[in-house]
């Protein structure tokens, strides 16, 4: 009986052996079965991504690189090229000049779309003494331009436009001193009783009569007189056109820019745009005039002299006088002409 028990034993003992062996095969399996499906899973991510990252890739290389041209006042889009379309990459020559033609378009303007350059309208003084303000100069540098689109061709990206803001050189607490001493006058005369001339010459006279031109501003003739049309009360009058006189709205006010360049040309100005006219004219002498036309020849020089300036424009009973004036803290420091 005891050997019976004893049989029986061992073989209760073996089969718990048997089932506990099973039991730790089976938890083996489970855990193998898992590690291979998180493994399954870890491949799956990486494939996706991988077709994720293929399809990012072939949309940017099929998408095309753009420049932006952005204006820095405002932050909108001036214009966006497309440089490949424009040969970038194929021509880069013909693409460079494109791109610098462009530039120059887009600074000075075109006969449909004004540009970026615009010239100073100097301050002046006001009836009440006070400074009327102008606008400053702005210069849209071209090369630079040119040289920035080009850098971002490679890769695309924005670009701003390279604006230069110039002030006038002179302190506003100067303004009220600038009438204390005349540093160069010159006079011209005209028949009072022309009326259409007299008045074009008078209403000229105005537009540059207590006109501020600080240390290093250059001044425009036609940017401060403006249009000399009828809209503006200018009448008709004989004006010199392909060497004849002939009848024109505004004609007289060349006197009045002959008389400002006999004046300043006493001074150390650098002259920046100057013309003569097609035939003489009795109000100075052969060379020393300096014709205008708005929107064509322009009377413009820069005050070189170091020492800020202020026009006086004056008609009186058929003379015109234009006299320049300044400080009298500045006067020992201003350059004389040649």
């Not at 990012?56 to 041209?69: G, L």
């Not at 001044?219 to 010199?240: I, L, R, W």
């Amino acid at each position: 009986m005891k050997k019976g028990i004893w049989v029986i034993s061992i073989v209760l003992t073996s089969s718990l052996i048997g089932l506990t062996g099973c039991s730790e095969n089976k938890v083996k399996e489970k855990a193998l079965e898992k590690k291979v499906t998180e493994l399954q899973k870890q491949v799956e991510q990486e494939k996706k991504s991988k077709e994720a990252d293929d399809k990012a890739k072939k949309q940017a290389e099929q998408k095309p690189i753009v420049v932006n041209i952005v204006d820095p006042n405002t932050k909108s889009f001036v214009k966006s090229f497309v440089p490949k379309e424009m040969g970038f990459g194929t021509n880069n020559e013909k693409y460079k000049q494109e791109i610098e033609k462009w530039a120059k378009d887009v600074a000075r303007g075109t006969q449909t779309t004004p540009g970026y350059d615009k010239r100073m309208l100097p301050d002046r003084i006001g009836v009440n003494g006070l400074i009327v303000k102008g606008s400053p100069r702005t210069i849209l540098e071209e090369s630079e331009l040119s040289e920035k689109v080009l850098q971002a061709s490679e890769k695309g990206g924005d670009v701003e436009l390279p604006l230069y803001v110039t002030q006038s050189g002179y302190k506003p607490e100067d303004a009220s001193h600038l009438a204390e001493v005349v540093v160069a006058t010159y006079s011209t005369h005209f028949n009072s009783s022309v009326v259409g001339r007299g008045k074009n010459i008078e209403l000229s006279a105005q537009a540059i009569n207590n006109v501020i031109i600080g240390t290093g501003d250059i001044f425009s003739f036609n940017t401060t007189v403006g249009p000399s049309d009828q809209e503006h009360g200018y009448q008709k009058a004989k004006e010199a056109v392909d060497g004849k006189l002939v009848d024109g709205i505004g004609g007289g006010i060349c006197q009045t820019s002959s008389t400002l360049y006999n004046a300043i040309d006493q001074l150390g100005v650098s002259y920046v745009e100057k013309h003569h006219h097609s035939l003489h004219v009795g109000y100075v002498p052969t060379g020393r005039d300096a014709t205008v036309s708005y929107g064509g020849a322009d009377f413009r020089f820069q005050n070189t002299t170091g020492v800020p300036l202020l026009l006086k424009a004056i008609v009186r009973a058929g003379t015109l006088t234009v006299e320049v004036r300044t400080s009298k803290l500045y006067q020992a420091n201003i350059k004389k002409g040649l």
